[in-house]
């Protein structure tokens, strides 16, 4: 069974940075695709940003050119570097896995979650 914990969330101003870690356990990362999503309050849950096996990474268009996903499987951990924040990126960030070489947008593909780290933005 794997595991996903997240890490690095936290407050900070707007146009700050933070950078968020998901750790994965019980199996190696290298087996998997990865994703994050967030939740806002009172929203639904949206898509972020991906990785696959393979290094493609499709981002949503509201965090294009302001956050980067990237993985070090050496260390079973995938990263998302979140620089000029916005109060709208306030939310729930999770990380989940999928068993295949390549990613989804759509988070009911993913069959392994985190439980999420808050990130607050600031005006």
């Known amino acids: 069974q794997v595991l996903l914990a997240e890490s690095g969330g936290g407050s900070v101003q707007a146009g700050g940075s933070l950078t968020l870690s998901c750790t994965v356990s019980g199996r190696t990362l290298s087996s998997y695709s990865m994703g994050w999503f967030r939740q806002a309050p009172g929203k639904e849950r949206e898509f972020v940003a991906a990785i696959s096996r393979y290094g493609a990474k499709p981002y949503a268009d509201s965090v294009k050119g302001r956050f980067t996903i990237s993985r070090d499987n050496s260390k079973n951990t995938v990263y998302l570097q979140m620089n000029s924040l916005l109060p709208e990126d306030t939310a729930i960030y999770y990380c989940?896995?999928?068993?295949?070489?390549?990613?989804?947008?759509?988070?009911?593909?993913?069959?392994?979650w985190g439980q999420g780290t808050q990130v607050t933005v600031s005006s």
């Open positions: 989940a896995a999928i068993d295949r070489g390549t990613t989804s947008v759509r988070q009911h593909e993913y069959p392994y």
